[in-house]
T-cell receptor, first 118, second 113 residues
């Protein structure tokens, strides 16, 4: 089945620093990936749609200069949280569609990255 | 984004019983629905999906029912096992508009041995 990985799984950083999270599709090529944020005991909130070779599409209320997304290849999308602050602490999850898979509409999710900003 | 909500935030069932988790959606244009299971500290895991041209779909021990008239979705888990304990989310999307998924609030299922 379609496998999506994320790195790192957990990161702790100081306030004001930037953190990069990687999302990879391991056994398929993904022209579109998605980034979500999840606070404790809450649902997943879509942040942006990452499109290979073009600019990301951000959901309303998500600062594009704060959350930089780069989709440089068909198997890798990165999310950089710039000048991180404690309120950015959250669980960040990516997903990808497998256009060649049995279900082209389903999104397959990575294991998530726990970001803690001190 | 679209509004997708769940009726019951928590659900406790006895091992071996059947579980029913409900979800309401607000966008009548949504044409694809998915149920995910999320264990603590992990990413969501696909369970089952259904397109809007269907009313029912069955998987292994799971059944999804879709009622488009009242914009309601349910997930039935047969013979619930302790390993089914997790948070369950429904998500909706419109397939030809970018496939953005919008998630409901989630139901925490606890299976009592």
């Amino acid at each position: 089945g379609a496998v999506v990985s994320q790195h790192p799984s957990r990161v702790i950083c100081k306030s004001g620093t930037s953190v990069k999270i990687e999302c990879r599709s391991l056994d398929f090529q993904a022209t579109t990936m998605f980034w979500y944020r999840q606070f404790p005991k809450q649902s997943l909130m879509l942040m942006a749609t990452s499109n290979e070779g073009s600019k990301a599409t951000y959901e309303q209320g998500v600062e594009k200069d704060k959350f930089l997304i780069n989709h440089a290849s068909l198997t890798l999308s990165t999310l950089t949280v710039t000048s991180a602050h404690p309120e950015d602490s959250s669980f960040y999850i990516c997903s990808a569609r497998d256009p060649g898979g049995r279900s082209t509409d389903t999104q397959y999710f990575g294991p998530g990255t726990r970001l803690t900003v001190l | 984004g679209e509004s997708v909500g769940l009726h019951l935030p928590t659900l406790s069932v006895q091992e071996g019983d059947n579980s029913i988790i409900n979800c309401a959606y607000s966008n009548s244009a949504s044409d694809y629905f998915i149920w995910y299971k999320q264990e603590s500290g992990k990413g969501p895991q696909f369970i089952i999906d259904i397109r809007s041209n269907m009313d029912k779909r069955q998987g292994q021990r799971v059944t999804v029912l879709l009622n488009k008239t009242v914009k309601h979705l349910s997930l039935q888990i047969a013979a619930t096992q302790p390993g089914d304990s997790a948070v369950y989310f429904c998500a909706e999307t419109i397939r030809d508009t970018g496939n953005q998924f919008y998630f409901g609030t989630g139901t925490s299922l606890t299976v009592i041995p």
